[in-house]
């Protein structure tokens, strides 16, 4: 990968992590991303809107998806084959599998998700049946630790915050925010921070 294609899937990658900023001024879990189209520049924008909706499917992806194809749209889902996605955290198995569904190109994320991560963090559903097997079409390629490091402190100002939704808030005066990072043993794609 030449420098100029690495500062731009980096300046992509800020635009991300805007929107998962957005999302946190509105006491949702920050999670941003932005859809690229090789000709068309930024074509869909998303971030999580799980608490305002109230409904646990309105994820980024989900969003920036149906702003690209929601009606008047002059896009037809087939655009999507020519995307790439920018995601501060790996997408979760539901969203790889629709990313899969609608045949995007290819995904850069930030962050790992080791616990619900459909893009390799758990299951592999970009790649056939999820563990790797099985057919290609509808693979995408997957390239992690973008921003990695401002990803993850991100999530962390959101987690250190009282949460006034739930049934019965925890309170979260005795917690700390922690800045540090722990290095990343073996990233896939290159790692980037």
């Known amino acids: 990968m030449s420098e100029d294609e690495k500062q731009t899937h980096l300046t992509y990658m800020r635009e991300a992590l805007a929107m998962a900023e957005l999302a946190l001024q509105t006491s949702e879990t920050p999670v941003g991303c932005i859809i690229q189209h090789p000709t068309h520049g930024t074509i869909g924008r998303g971030m999580n809107a799980t608490n305002r909706t109230r409904n646990g499917t309105m994820h980024a992806e989900f969003i920036a998806i149906n702003q690209i194809l929601a009606p008047p749209s002059q ?34 994320f930030g962050a790992s ?47 250190v915050q009282e949460n006034e939704r739930a049934p019965e808030p925890r309170k979260k005066a005795e917690r700390v925010l922690k800045l540090e990072v722990e290095p990343l043993g073996e990233l896939s794609g290159n790692g980037v921070d």
């Open 75 to 108: 896009y037809t889902p087939d655009i999507l084959k020519e995307c790439t996605l920018y995601v501060t955290v790996e997408p979760c198995i539901m969203c790889a599998s629709l990313l899969r569904q609608f045949g995007i190109k290819k995904v850069f």
């Open 113 to 159: 998700n080791e616990k619900f991560g459909g893009t390799g963090g758990v299951l592999d559903v970009h790649l056939g049946n999820g563990r790797g097997i099985g057919g290609k079409e509808g693979d995408y390629e997957v390239s992690g630790g973008w921003l990695r490091e401002e990803a993850i402190v991100m999530l962390r100002r959101f987690y």
